[in-house]
């Protein structure tokens, strides 16, 4: 079971969002190299980035910032990034500067041909991210929500060759409320590729309920509000994880 920290830029800081709403941001850190070099020190094996107000300009916004990571992580794990790529020369760049997935959300709903040519020109780069809420797809920033069922989108992605999907319960999200378990085995159970879960992940507890159903293709969880806060310990809850699953 992968434990991914995840790193949300808004204005070049770390910040943690509630439920996705950009006035409702605590940040906690200044350096988001820094906060990269904290989590590759504490054994993470993989980061998520997010470009919050690139999620909301439909463009890159914390370039710098994603710069600065990348740079500071080098090729000692995979970074995967997602918020603003809409068009091909935005994912090629990204790649050029040493991510390893790029993370395609809003832009696969509302443009599926964009999704696949992505898949078609960067195969084995292209992870979608689905946030869904009551079973239906949202998309904008999870400004809007869209008619989509989860599964019936994500079947049909896998067909255009995504990496994986990374499945967010949007009304969980920043809320330490504990992951849908529910939800993401429906999911998993469906595709062939693997999917991470995210959104409300609270403590050891969701680790290990989530090392159960690993066999189910949940291949990791994205770790947020939890590990900044304290309510989880990074280090401790990976360890946990790879015991559970009998070592890496």
């Known amino acids: 079971m992968l434990l991914i920290p995840a790193i949300d830029l808004k204005d070049g800081k770390c910040v943690r969002l509630k439920q996705g709403d950009m006035n409702d941001s605590t940040t906690f850190g200044e350096d988001p190299a820094a906060m990269a070099r904290r989590w590759l020190d504490a054994g993470a094996r993989r980061l998520h980035l997010v470009d919050l107000n690139g999620a909301f300009a439909g463009k890159p916004v914390n370039e710098a910032a994603i710069k600065?990571?990348?740079?500071?992580?080098?090729?000692?794990?995979?970074?995967?990034?997602?918020?603003?790529i809409r068009d091909?020369?935005?994912?090629?760049?990204?790649?050029?500067?040493?991510l390893s997935y790029v993370i395609i959300g809003t832009a696969a709903v509302k443009n599926p041909g964009f999704l696949k040519d992505a898949c078609s020109?960067?195969?084995?780069?292209i992870i979608v991210g689905?946030?869904?809420?009551?079973?239906?797809?949202a998309t904008d920033g999870w400004s809007k929500l869209s008619g989509h069922e989860v599964v019936d989108l994500a079947k049909k992605f896998e067909d255009y060759g995504v990496e994986g999907v990374i499945y967010t319960d949007i009304g969980r999200d920043g809320m330490l409320s504990g992951i849908n378990i529910e939800a993401t085995v429906k999911l998993?159970?469906?595709?062939?590729?693997?999917?991470?879960?995210?959104?409300?992940?609270s403590n050891l507890a969701d680790i290990e309920q989530l090392c159960a159903v690993e066999g189910e293709g949940v291949e990791g969880v994205?770790?947020?509000?939890?590990?900044?806060?304290?309510?989880?310990?990074?280090?401790?809850?990976?360890?946990?994880?790879?015991?559970?699953?009998?070592?890496?």
Do not use: M
């Not at 600065?68 to 603003?84: F, H, R, S, T, Y």
């Not at 091909?88 to 040493?98: A, N």
């Not at 998993?188 to 992940?201: C, E, K, M, N, R």
């Not at 280090?235 to 890496?248: I, P």
């Open 121 to 125: 020109a960067f195969g084995g780069h």
């Open 130 to 137: 689905l946030d869904a809420k009551d079973g239906k797809v």
């Open 68 to 84: 600065a990571i990348i740079k500071e992580v080098g090729d000692e794990i995979p970074v995967q990034l997602g918020g603003g």
């Open 188 to 201: 998993a159970q469906a595709l062939t590729v693997p999917v991470i879960a995210s959104g409300g992940l």
């Open 222 to 248: 994205i770790c947020g509000r939890a590990i900044y806060s304290g309510d989880l310990d990074f280090a401790l809850a990976q360890k946990r994880a790879d015991d559970l699953n009998g070592g890496l």
């Open 88 to 98: 091909l020369d935005t994912i090629e760049r990204y790649l050029d500067d040493g």
